[in-house]
């Protein structure tokens, strides 16, 4: 069964573009390492919650929006072993350092998890 890697990260608002570009760039290396999907999605409409939200959340500040991102695996047996591999390149190959690479967004207050479907309904 498939598996889901998902993640909500502030942006700042100027750095849309730049958001954009830089997923182009770095998600096409989870389709080469067995994805078969991924999506960024730029937030429209992120209710302010009375008790707890997506804002909150990830420490979203004024002037940022909040992203909701997911990485589609074949199974989490695929997403685990690729990952790993994935990571392990990550940590000798300049192109994902942040010194060299910055990426336009905090990445600490990105928050993350992995997932198994337990519903699907459609595609």
């Not at 942006?11 to 760039?25: G, S």
């Not at 078969?36 to 004024?62: I, L, M, N, S, Y």
């Not at 695929?78 to 390149?89: I, K, V, Y």
């Not at 990550?90 to 337990?118: E, H, L, S, T, Y």
């Amino acid at each position: 069964m498939a598996y889901v890697d998902g993640f909500v990260i502030p942006v700042p608002l100027a750095n849309k573009d730049k958001f954009i570009a830089h997923a182009r760039e770095f998600d096409a290396y989870f389709i080469e390492y067995g994805a078969t999907r991924v999506w960024e999605c730029w937030g429209d409409d992120v209710p302010h919650g009375k008790q707890t939200d997506f804002h909150r959340a990830v420490e979203a500040k004024e002037g940022e929006a909040v992203c909701f991102s997911w990485i589609e695996w074949p199974d989490k047996e695929t997403r685990d072993r690729q990952m790993g591999l994935l990571m392990e390149l990550m940590k000798n190959d300049p192109r994902f350092d942040p010194q060299n690479n910055p990426p336009p967004f905090d990445g600490a207050r990105m928050i993350f998890g992995g997932f198994q479907p337990v519903v699907v309904v459609g595609e």
